[in-house]
């Protein structure tokens, strides 16, 4: 009963989400508003009906409904009652209805905004945002239903169906295979969420950005209308990106927080291309210019969100993130294509429309400086394209996949991470319009000396590397330079006003949220490259096999092997867990627990390292594999990744300022009405 309703709903929402489409298209282009309306209010119903059907895939996750295939595919009865929520997200289908949702609650969120200064542009977003949400829908009723129930035949096969076959009773497994173990970690709760708000976020943008074409409205008012629905996608996908570092930290046991898996970067070529538009928007806003190149990037932007879907759900590549293979892909082929198609015509179309009206003035000047920070980005977007495609290319011309490993992502990208840093810090300090070597240097000298301070405290600290001195001196000019505007701003705002320092800095940062809350991501930035410089330059591994009470050094750390214990818990669990003594220069510091858990409903094996952590560095061990107990021996793999804390807390600081960057500012409107109502009592006064 519960699957027929959440099935039901999702083929209603799917006759809805059709009916609002031509409702809109009727209503546009026969200036019927009544239609329109009908169109929005479909949009309206698209989140309620949605919601019922995860609602229904919930109940049936927490109340073990395994006849349910999807329900016996992702869980158990030893996970627990937060991991069969999670369940949810945990496997293709399910992730699906998740991915429609979220679409549904963000598109039914814009629908309720005033429409009256924007009335055209109405029904084109709402045909935009159902046209992306009836195609999700469809791959759940069609390819991926996730109400589909375990049926067994006569002769004793299992075959899956929504209504009873012909010579068959229901299946009901006594348990479920549960989620995979890389799944069972509180980074699930979290970190599928905010990637998927991140990606589906980014279809409003566009969605505007379409009906700016199609109206042929090639002001700046689609981008101050979406400017805050874009800073919060950036937001939701920045720390999916982050949450995803750090869970692949905890439990993929390499030692690192990035692989360059080719999922990893399906989900990074969006926030490339993302954080490019964020850029040059402004330059559009402030000058006018940019236009066709704001267009291609929002039309990139959405392209690479179901790229990324794609990539994830479609079984095309290997990944440890991906979901099995599946027959969704050539559906989400099609649908890239026709919407890229439909897309650059549009754009074609009004090419000559949004041709600018101002030109650059001056290679210095802030808008040549974004621009190449744009070009930038798009050049790593260009090499994590080819080395996640290469694969899909090599099989078609030669039979077989040649992937491409970390080692190609770094060296080609690390000039063009350098460079970004680089303009990081010199691009705050141009003038729009128009800006020259000698102003820039009148601006840059005071932070490129204390930048030329901090690279000898470097040397003098024995660090020769010079790919980390040099990182060490982005970090250290682009810190000064943010800190020397902070510093600019509220002493200009303190001799002004006369409030004292802190206070002037806070009010200077309120009215200008934007600008300041772009200054602390930067600063985050710089503290994650920290981190980066530290795991990427100096990280040290060793491995050993050894004996109860030898040890293994590392550097300055030393580690002994005092006990091995196997047990099983009540949670369906083989445990094998090492306790090591770890010393520091002949210090002793603690122990630490490196496990291998077995799990046996899925059969599979996860790693959970041992870490201290401080500020100046971790040490990680891993338990790799052990001999029977009267063997006692053990062979453990250790890393020591210095500064890899100082790449979480810039992420931390990295968020804050994309939500002071995003934080809404009083309305204009009604500060304007306070103003004149005030000034008119003073006059009256």
């Not at 059907?53 to 395994?66: D, E, G, H, P, Q």
């Not at 999922?263 to 993302?274: D, H, K, R, S, Y």
């Not at 026709?338 to 009206?357: C, E, G, H, I, P």
């Not at 500064?643 to 934080?663: P, S």
Request: charged share 15%; glycine share 8%.
């Amino acid at each position: 009963m519960v699957a027929n309703l959440g099935y039901g709903a999702l083929v209603i929402t799917f006759l809805i989400s059709i009916y609002g489409i031509g409702a809109a298209y009727y209503g546009a282009r026969n200036n019927k508003h009544a239609w329109v309306s009908s169109a929005r209010n479909a949009m309206l119903l698209t989140f309620p009906l949605v919601s019922v059907s995860a609602l229904c895939i919930i109940y049936l996750l927490v109340t073990n409904a395994y006849q349910v295939d999807y329900v016996a595919s992702v869980t158990s009865n030893s996970m627990p009652l937060y991991l069969k929520v999670t369940a949810l997200w945990g496997g293709q289908p399910g992730s699906l209805i998740f991915w429609s949702w979220l679409l549904a609650a963000f598109a039914s969120a814009v629908t309720l905004r005033k429409w009256k200064r924007d009335q055209e542009f109405l029904p084109w977003v709402i045909i935009v945002s159902l046209v992306t949400l009836a195609f999700f829908l469809a791959l759940s009723i069609f390819f991926e239903n996730p109400f589909v129930r375990l049926w067994q035949t006569a002769s004793g096969g299992i075959v899956t169906a929504m209504l009873q076959p012909s010579n068959s009773i229901p299946f009901i497994p006594a348990d479920g295979s549960g989620l995979n173990p890389l799944l069972r970690h509180p980074g699930m709760i979290i970190h599928p969420p905010m990637l998927y708000l991140g990606f589906v976020s980014f279809v409003i943008p566009y969605a505007f950005a379409i009906a700016a074409l199609v109206t042929g409205r090639t002001d700046d008012r689609w981008i101050r209308i979406t400017r805050r629905w874009t800073l919060v996608a950036w937001l939701f996908l920045s720390l999916g990106l982050i949450l995803g570092g750090r869970w692949a930290y905890d439990v993929l046991g390499w030692g690192g927080y990035w692989g360059w898996d080719p999922v990893e970067i399906a989900a990074f070529m969006p926030w490339l291309t993302g954080t490019a538009f964020l850029h040059s928007v402004m330059i559009q806003e402030k000058r006018g210019m940019l236009k066709h190149w704001n267009m291609i990037l929002i039309i990139l932007t959405y392209e690479l969100v179901i790229f990324g879907t794609f990539l994830t759900r479609s079984g095309v590549l290997s990944s440890v993130h991906a979901f099995a293979q599946s027959a969704i892909g050539p559906a989400f082929f099609v649908f890239m294509g026709l919407t890229f198609v439909v897309s650059l015509s549009l754009l074609l179309r009004r090419w000559n429309d949004l041709k600018a009206k101002t030109q650059m003035t001056s290679l210095f000047s802030r808008e040549a400086l974004f621009l190449l920070n744009n070009f930038l980005f798009i050049g790593i977007l260009i090499v994590c394209f080819w080395g996640v495609i290469f694969p899909l290319i090599s099989e078609i011309f030669t039979g077989q996949k040649v992937t491409v490993g970390p080692q190609f992502y770094e060296r080609a990208t690390a000039p063009l991470f350098a460079g970004l840093l680089l303009l990081m810090g010199v691009a705050p300090l141009a003038a729009w319009r128009y800006s020259s070597m000698k102003t820039l240097g009148r601006a840059i000298w005071k932070p490129f000396i204390f930048s030329l301070v901090v690279v000898g405290v470097v040397l003098f600290s024995g660090i020769r590397n010079w790919a980390a001195v040099l990182g060490f001196w982005l970090c250290a000019f682009v810190a000064a330079v943010t800190l020397y505007e902070f510093w600019r701003g509220a002493r200009a705002r303190h001799r002004r006003s006369g409030e004292s320092l802190p206070v002037a800095l806070w009010h200077l940062a309120g009215r200008n949220r934007r600008r300041y809350g772009g200054y602390i991501i930067h600063l985050g930035v710089v503290l994650m490259a920290i981190g980066i410089i530290g795991i990427e330059v100096f990280q040290t591994e060793t491995q050993g096999t050894i004996s109860q009470g030898e040890q293994i050094t590392l550097g300055e750390y030393t580690v002994a092997f005092n006990s091995l214990s196997v047990f099983d818990t009540a949670d369906g669990r083989n445990v094998a867990r090492a306790v090591m003594a770890v010393s520091k220069d002949g210090q002793y510091v603690g122990e630490l627990y490196p496990r291998r858990d077995y799990y046996y409903e899925s059969q599979q094996p996860m790693t959970i390292p041992g870490v201290r952590s401080t500020w100046e560095d971790d040490f990680y061990i891993l338990l790799i594999d052990w001999q029977p107990i009267s063997t006692a021996g053990a062979t453990f793999k250790i890393y020591h990744n210095p500064l890899v804390n100082w790449l979480w807390l810039g992420g931390f600081v990295f968020i804050l300022g994309t939500l002071v960057a995003a934080w809404p500012d009083r309305d204009p409107e009604r500060v304007k009405v306070k103003t004149s109502s005030a000034q008119y009592a003073a006059a009256k006064a």
